[in-house]
């Protein structure tokens, strides 16, 4: 599929999406809002993937929606924000909580990294927060911006936000829309780590392909599962769930191989099953 707003690629098991827009930070737009699902529903089914990288063109993440279209609404015409516009559910399966229009990223069967390399602002940082991991340029700068435009903490921001940095960093930088450099975002929990900016990427996918080659896929995807679902669950459900995902764990090719390697000592061969 030829992309508009988007780029998608994949190299070393690794497909990366990428937020291509760069004229304006990223800004997101709905054409790009419907090409991220559908890269992300590309990489989940193709089973040379394993890692997904979220990224932006230029110096920008996302510099949360487009003004353009903000503007418009403002002034009562252009195309009105859906708020309750639910597309199919990425996966019928998961949560119904995972099932609503941004919210389907813990659905995504694999990592999905946030390479934060610039501005980050408004939906761009509602996204980046739907990511499992967030690795972060020294010069990006995170904004919730929505109350300096007159709105609210939208897309499950006011439920994601607080579970990474606390409740009361949480209104700190919903309340104020401060900006907080990658420093800070690295202090108080909002970001895995802060690289230099020219590294960011090298980085980012050194580490995604050792994910996608020392790894048990299938261990990936249990435990994405396990923590995304856990805030729901009580702790007895939680060691429920997990019992029983042991017991399948002790039956897969994958728990076997990595006896295997590690006994052999040599490289893993993971298959995902």
Same mark, same amino acid.
């Not at 004229?23 to 419907?34: Q, S």
């Not at 728990?255 to 295997?260: I, M, P, R, S, T």
């Given at each position: 599929m030829a992309y508009e707003h988007i780029l998608y690629g994949?190299?070393? *098991? @690794?497909?990366? @999406?990428?937020?291509?827009?760069?004229? &304006?930070?990223? #800004?997101?737009? *709905?054409? +790009?809002? /419907?090409? !991220? *699902?559908?890269? +992300?529903?590309? #990489?989940? /089914?193709?089973?040379? @993937? &394993? @890692?997904?990288?979220l990224t932006g063109a230029g110096r920008g993440f996302c510099a949360g929606a487009d003004m353009d279209n903000l503007n418009s609404i403002q002034s009562g015409g252009g195309e009105r924000q859906q708020v309750n516009d639910v597309p199919p559910p990425f996966d019928p399966k998961s949560r119904p909580d995972f099932q609503l229009r941004y919210s389907y990223f813990p659905a995504v069967p694999k990592p999905v990294i946030g390479a934060i390399n610039g501005p980050c602002a408004g939906l761009g940082m509602v996204m980046a927060l739907y990511c499992d991991l967030r690795f972060a340029a020294q010069d990006a700068v995170f904004t919730t911006a929505f109350a300096r435009r007159g709105l609210i903490a939208e897309h499950g921001i006011s439920w994601l936000l607080p579970r990474l940095v606390g409740q009361a960093n949480a209104l700190d930088l919903l309340l104020s829309a401060r900006k907080v450099g990658a420093d800070e975002a690295l202090r108080i929990g909002l970001v895995n780590r802060v690289l230099p900016t020219a590294e960011l990427m090298h980085e980012v996918n050194a580490y995604a392909k050792e994910l996608a080659t020392q790894v048990s896929p299938r261990s990936i995807r249990v435990m994405k599962r396990q923590l995304w679902d856990t805030p729901f669950e009580s702790l007895g459900e939680a060691i429920a769930t997990a019992n029983e995902d042991m017991k399948q764990s002790f039956q897969s090719e994958d728990?076997?191989?990595? !006896?295997?390697h590690f006994v052999q000592k040599r490289a893993p061969a993971f298959t995902g099953r």
């Open positions: 994949v190299a070393d *098991r @690794v497909a990366t @999406v990428t937020l291509n827009r760069p004229e &304006r930070l990223n #800004a997101w737009t *709905r054409i +790009m809002e /419907r090409e !991220v *699902r559908d890269a +992300m529903e590309q #990489a989940a /089914r193709d089973e040379a @993937v &394993r @890692v997904i990288v728990f076997k191989e990595g !006896v295997a």
